[in-house]
């Protein structure tokens, strides 16, 4: 089989770094990246992060500790990721418009060293002012450079160029490839949210897999997933591989259909593109007629109804539609498929490099079409959850032929190795795209004085909540709190 790294647009390298310097030296004048705040090249994107991973260094930071990367959709959150690799750190992607107790959370839980956002000064409600509020107790920085004074410097990298000789050059740091890359927060049965620790060896297996699942080159990649998705970090790091463009869509909902829209009747370049089934099922209600759109729409996070496959094929002909199937705990994906009319839906064969059982409460495999639960085994697994040892045990299983996840989704093998998704072996939802533990919400709602007992399901897309009262509890409707 054709190595995915012989191609000329495919960078080798065992980091993310080391794939994405490479396509900086082959083609320093292309555009790797397209956001609202402005567009760079991969020479200016290769010195911006370079710049940034110095002054964390310079500040103190150590390789192997995290970085808190709190930025919307745009080259921004792609320099501070790139950066953070580049110091030999961990990437920890958050949402600056999270609230306050759940930044501090994620702060203390990753003993993060570091925080960088687009908020340059200590404002109330910020992710800088959280940062700053979680004290030196758990070991977030906001002395010397790490802190106020890279914040403060993230924006101008954007319209400088010039930059002095030891800012732009590379830092010398070896990363290992069993080294973690990021750690993706996910929603926690435990009414806390758990981390996902993904390694260089686990992120770089899948994306490389993508050349050889794919046939269509990626040229220019929408997407419009949050940065806070490892959806985000394989969108991002499929086009930079291929040597293309990321282009980040806007941050508003305005902005992102209007992107879509644009894509699908062809008035941009975009080569591809992904989102969940019912944004594209959204996407293509809005569109008069049959257009031209893209080489290809990845659709997932949900499971895609037949009637999606057969509007795809009506307005958006010359499209192929694949459909990918992978939880966070496998770097983003681990099978793949092409969506036809008429053929049944599932999530397609294991991608190269991964494994997909389906075995039954003893843990031994099931005959073909049988039902059971998927386990997942290769090189794109996690590491496993961040300071759980316990989860991590019961969900990672030591194996003679290699470690196995268990995904907890219930599924049935084809005789041709092809995986149909029917269900899952406990409560956990997916909703647009986010994978919702009831529990965690259940908790929540339980700390309102009022409240003695909560309830959490799913019905079309939207969360439901059912609660029982205190027997003293005011009457009077519940307030949110």
């Not at 966070?328 to 681990?334: H, I, K, S």
Request: aromatic share 6%; proline share 7%.
């Amino acid at each position: 089989m054709k190595d995915a790294a012989d191609g000329p647009a495919v960078a080798r390298g065992r980091t993310l770094t080391e794939i994405f310097e490479r396509q900086a030296d082959r083609i320093p004048d292309a555009v790797a990246v397209v956001g609202e705040d402005g567009s760079l090249t991969y020479r200016e994107l290769d010195e911006a992060a370079n710049h940034v991973a110095h002054e964390l260094t310079g500040g103190g930071l150590r390789p192997g500790q995290a970085v808190l990367c709190a930025f919307p959709r745009g080259s921004r959150a792609v320099v501070a990721q790139l950066a953070v690799y580049k110091a030999g750190a961990v990437h920890v992607p958050v949402d600056p418009a999270a609230p306050a107790a759940r930044l501090r959370y994620l702060a203390e839980r990753t003993r993060a060293a570091a925080v960088l956002t687009d908020d340059g000064g200590p404002e109330t409600g910020t992710a800088w002012d959280v940062a700053a509020g979680t004290g030196a107790g758990n070991g977030v920085r906001t002395d010397s450079t790490v802190g106020r004074d890279v914040l403060a410097e993230l924006t101008p990298l954007y319209s400088t160029v010039g930059l002095d000789q030891r800012s732009a050059r590379r830092p010398d740091i070896q990363v290992d490839p069993e080294e973690t890359a990021y750690i993706i927060f996910t929603s926690g049965s435990t009414g806390e949210p758990k981390g996902v620790v993904v390694s260089h060896r686990a992120i770089v297996s899948t994306t490389l897999a993508r050349f050889r699942h794919y046939p269509e080159p990626v040229t220019r990649f929408l997407m419009i997933w949050q940065m806070t998705f490892d959806a985000a970090i394989g969108c991002v790091w499929w086009a930079l591989a291929s040597g293309g463009t990321a282009e980040l869509a806007p941050a508003s909902l305005d902005g992102i259909m209007a992107a879509v829209d644009a894509m699908l009747t062809g008035d941009k370049r975009i080569s591809h593109t992904a989102m969940t089934p019912s944004h594209y099922r959204t996407a293509l209600r809005r569109l008069p007629g049959p257009s031209a759109g893209p080489a290809a729409i990845l659709v997932a996070g949900e499971p895609c109804p037949p009637q999606l496959v057969t509007e795809h094929a009506r307005l958006q002909p010359m499209t192929r539609l694949y459909n990918e199937y992978g939880p966070t705990e496998a770097a983003v994906w681990c099978t793949g498929t092409e969506l036809r009319t008429g053929e049944e839906i599932t999530a397609g064969t294991a991608i190269e490099g991964t494994g997909i059982l389906v075995l039954d409460e003893a843990g031994q495999p099931v005959s073909p079409g049988g039902r059971g639960e998927v386990y997942v085994t290769g090189a794109g697994l996690a590491t496993g959850y961040l300071q759980d040892p316990h989860l991590t045990s019961q969900r990672f299983l030591d194996h003679p032929d290699g470690r196995r996840y268990r995904t907890g989704d219930l599924g049935r093998l084809l005789p041709d190795g092809r995986l149909v998704v029917v269900g899952r072996t406990d409560h956990q939802l997916k909703i647009r795209g986010h994978r919702v533990e009831p529990g965690e919400i259940e908790a929540v709602l339980q700390t309102h004085p009022d409240i003695a007992q909560a309830v959490v399901t799913e019905n079309h897309g939207q969360l439901i909540a059912f609660v029982v009262r205190r027997a003293a509890a005011d009457p009077a409707p519940l307030a949110a709190r």
